[in-house]
Every structure is written in structure tokens, then in C-alpha cells.
């Protein structure tokens, strides 16, 4: 079933796409494979972080007050009573004039409430290896405040407080904190496996032998990599030639995935094998999308053997048009079924130092290289020629213009919108 509708906007088209995705079923993964996903449930903490009061330096544990008064010219002795390193316990209480040797971490032993260390008291001057033994004593040279240098139990996090919200994207500090509360696992929505077909009997695979006529694929590979990028497992499904049988067995080939990207054949006009077989076997849109490059997209749904409806998205076949609409469309469907709602890229305000000239009516993503200038602003360069065939164009570029469907031109030392896709690297 097709339909083909008119003109849509690059938001309406994208709300449609949106609709109709969900996030998906929650999963427990290992704490680190959830980097990059979403967590699925409040993150309670089941203890005390730290679980015992303990020493932040390394030192002896006293009782403060028998060091009122301590100076370099007017020490205090104390008797040392163990010599303890982190991870075990003293727990006998000190009495009065005792101390116990401390490590970093360790906890703190019942009836001390303070820590000198070891470059208060007299233990570096006495030389290597010379620290005082159990039943020695050491010299403490400066009072200590009660509580000086204790990490107390709970100052990081008290037992059944809300740690890490559902919703928050695990980054390698999220992973840290799971795992300081002990946690092995951790509950987040399932990754998007989304498959790849490109389409076009011109079409090889890269490292096959090139026929005269024909081109390689790059639209699955950049495609998979973008698929990966945002978080998603791509799989690749090859390539399908333009005949029924060859395309509807590939495509059938995908429907046990989240979501099904073909390339190609869906232009306007385009009454080939591809549209074909994807009205015959979809419930799809060919729609004109007011945006440039790409214009011609296909929106719809297979249903898999199992009922499942699996959203199928239908991107041009040049290769900057597949990539940008991937970038508009797929990219934020992704997002959705990995349960983020934080999709849209960051946005700078640019001066271009190019004209942008824009006649169609169109938005225009034009690939352009963002820098900053010696006056701290953003300037925009575009990347030269923008054809939608122009792959190295996306390969210069840093970000895509943003020129609204209605402004005629940008001229240059105009201010202009773009929409970053990567601040990581520099072209
Ligand atoms: P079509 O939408 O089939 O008319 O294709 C538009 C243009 O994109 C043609 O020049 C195709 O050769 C090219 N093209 C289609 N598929 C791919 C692909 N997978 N990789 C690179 N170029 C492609
Ligand atoms: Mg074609």
C-alpha cells in the first residue's frame, strides 16, 4: 500500500518517523557493554559510600585531644598499637596516649578521631625502613583538630538515596559510581539492530573487482558506521539488484532487525523495481522532503513473520543525501528506540565567510568546516562544491549549514545556524 504525499518540511517528516518509533524492551548487560546506554531504573544505593568513617591520608589514627599542645619543640609521644593498611579492621577501641599507623582508605579504629600524618610526626626523619613497630612510639609534632583528614561514612552517598536516575546516559562516570555501589550489571534499553540494503544493479561490494559502468558501495558502509556511532548494531545485508525477486528476498532478509534503512530508488518519478517492491510489501510513503540535499525519502513498515511491524526508512541513493538524511531521520529514530530524547545536535552560531546561495525553497545542509577565530567567533567555510554526489564533501566537513527554506542567500559576514556533527575531531 503507497501513498505518496506532498511536500513535507524537514520537522513534519521527522515527527512522522518519530511517531512511529518506541524505545525498546529493557535489558541487563554487563556494567561496562551499557556505556553509551540508557538506564532503565533508578540507581538506589544499597549502602553507605563510604560504608565506614576511614582515613584520607596516611598517618596515625589518635585521639585528638591528646595531641593539644604537640609542637616540633614540644612533641607528644603516643604508643603505637598496630599498624593497619586499607582493607582490614582494628577494632579494639585506642585508649588514652595510643595510635594506631594508618593507611589511606583504611577504616578508622574505634576511638580515634583524628589522623596526623606521617609528615606531622617524627617518622620521616627517623630514616627508610625506621618507622615505629607496634609497642614503639612516635612523636607527633602539631595538635591535631578532632576529624582532621576522616572521610566519613555516607559523604558520598547515604544508604537508599536515589543515585543515577532512569533516563540518564551512562558515561564513564555513571559506570564508575555503578560500580562503586557493587553492581556487576546494569539495566538499560536494548540497542536498535537496524539493516542495511542498498540497492542498484550499478552497485558493488568494496573489494570486489570494479566493472566498467558500475560504482562501490558507500551508502551501507556509511550508513553502518553512523548506525554504529549513535549507538545502534548495524547489519549489513548487501546489496539487492533491481529485480522483484532479488529485493524482496533481501529485504525479507531484515525484518527480524529493529529497523530497515534501504538506499536508492525512491526518487519521485522513479517508478522502478525498488518502489515497487516496497509498496508491494510495506505499508510505505514516498514523500518530497523541502530539504537539500535529499528530497526524495520513503517512510513505512514490513510486517515480519512474527507480527512485529518493523519501521523501514528509504533513503536517496546519492551518497551525501543518504548521509544526511540518515543524519536527520535515522539518527534521531535510533535515539528513540534506545530511550534518548536528546537527539538534536548542537548548534552553533557561525559567521560564513562564503555565499550560501539557496533559490529552491529548500533547506539547505550544506557541508561547511567550523572554526574559531582569532576573535573568538565561529566562522563557517564551506567545504567547496556541494553536490549530493560529492562524498568528500561530508569527509571536509564539521558541521551542516542550517539555511532556513526561505532566505534566498547568505552572504558572507552573515551570521548563520549550523547544526555540528562532530566537535571531536577537526576535519
Ligand atoms: P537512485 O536513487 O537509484 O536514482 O540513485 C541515485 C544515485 O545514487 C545514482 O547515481 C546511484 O548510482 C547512486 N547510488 C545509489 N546507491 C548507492 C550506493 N549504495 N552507494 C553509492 N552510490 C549509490
Ligand atoms: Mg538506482
Redesign the pocket.
Known amino acids: 500500500m503507497a501513498t505518496t504525499s506532498g511536500m513535507l518540511s524537514v520537522d513534519e517528516a521527522r515527527q512522522r518517523i518519530l511517531a512511529f518509533f518506541d524505545r525498546l524492551p529493557v535489558e541487563r548487560r554487563p556494567l561496562l557493554d551499557g556505556l553509551g546506554q540508557v538506564l532503565a531504573e533508578d540507581i538506589v544505593a544499597p549502602f553507605d559510600v563510604p560504608p565506614l568513617d576511614n582515613t584520607a591520608m596516611d598517618g596515625y589514627a589518635v585521639r585528638a585531644a591528646d595531641t593539644t599542645g604537640a609542637s616540633e619543640s614540644a612533641p607528644v609521644e603516643l604508643r603505637v598499637v598496630a599498624d593497619l593498611a586499607a582493607g582490614y579492621v582494628h577494632d579494639t577501641a585506642i585508649g588514652p596516649g595510643e595510635a594506631v599507623r594508618i593507611m589511606t582508605g583504611a577504616p578508622m579504629p574505634p576511638g580515634s578521631d583524628a589522623v596526623v600524618p606521617f609528615e606531622e610526626t617524627d617518622e620521616p626523619l627517623r630514616g627508610p625502613n625506621q618507622a615505629p613497630k607496634k609497642g614503639a612510639t612516635v612523636r607527633i609534632l602539631k595538635s591535631a583538630a578532632v576529624h582532621a583528614n576522616i572521610r566519613f561514612r555516607a559523604e558520598d552517598v547515604r544508604e537508599g538515596t536515589p543515585v543515577i536516575p532512569a533516563g540518564r546516559v551512562l558515561r564513564p562516570s555513571e559506570v564508575g559510581v555503578l560500580a562503586s555501589l557493587g553492581l556487576s550489571e546494569v539495566p538499560v534499553y536494548r540497542r536498535p539492530v537496524v539493516a542495511i540494503l542498498?540497492?542498484?544493479d550499478?552497485?558493488t561490494e568494496p573489494g570486489q573487482p570494479l566493472l566498467p559502468g558500475r560504482?562501490?558501495?558507500?551508502?551501507?558502509h556509511s550508513v553502518a558506521a553512523m548506525v554504529r556511532k549513535c549507538g545502534g548494531i548495524p547489519r549489513l545485508l548487501g546489496?539487492a539488484k533491481d529485480t522483484v525477486e532479488d529485493l524482496t528476498r533481501k529485504l525479507h532478509q531484515g525484518l527480524d532487525a529493529d529497523m530497515l534503512v534501504t538506499?536508492?530508488?525512491?526518487?519521485r518519478g522513479?517508478f522502478?523495481v525498488?518502489k515497487d517492491v516496497l509498496a508491494r510489501e510495506g505499508a510505505i510513503d514516498f514523500w518530497t522532503v523541502r530539504m537539500k540535499p535529499g528530497k526524495?525519502l520513503a517512510f513505512g513498515a514490513f510486517t515480519a513473520p512474527d507480527g512485529r511491524r518493523v519501521g523501514h526508512l528509504g533513503l536517496?541513493?546519492?551518497?551525501v543525501?543518504?548521509m544526511v538524511s540518515f543524519e536527520l531521520f535515522g539518527r534521531p529514530a535510533i535515539f528513540t528506540m534506545l530511550g534518548r530524547s536528546d537527539w538534536e545536535r548542537p548548534m552553533v552560531r557561525a559567521i560564513t565567510r562564503d555565499r550560501v546561495a539557496n533559490t529552491d525553497g529548500r533547506r539547505f545542509f550544506a557541508r561547511c568546516i567550523v572554526t574559531k577565530g582569532e576573535d573568538g567567533r565561529w566562522y563557517a567555510d564551506l567545504t567547496g562544491p556541494q553536490g549530493s554526489?560529492i562524498l568528500t564533501s561530508m569527509s571536509a566537513a564539521n558541521g551542516l549549514t542550517v539555511i532556513p527554506e526561505d532566505l534566498p542567500a547568505a552572504n558572507p559576514g552573515d551570521e548563520i545556524d549550523v547544526m555540528m556533527l562532530d566537535w571531536e575531531h577537526a576535519p
Open positions: 542498498s540497492t542498484g550499478e552497485i560504482i562501490y558501495d558507500s551508502n551501507a546489496i538506499s536508492a530508488g525512491v526518487s522513479d522502478d525498488v526524495p536517496p541513493g546519492n551518497p543525501s543518504s554526489g
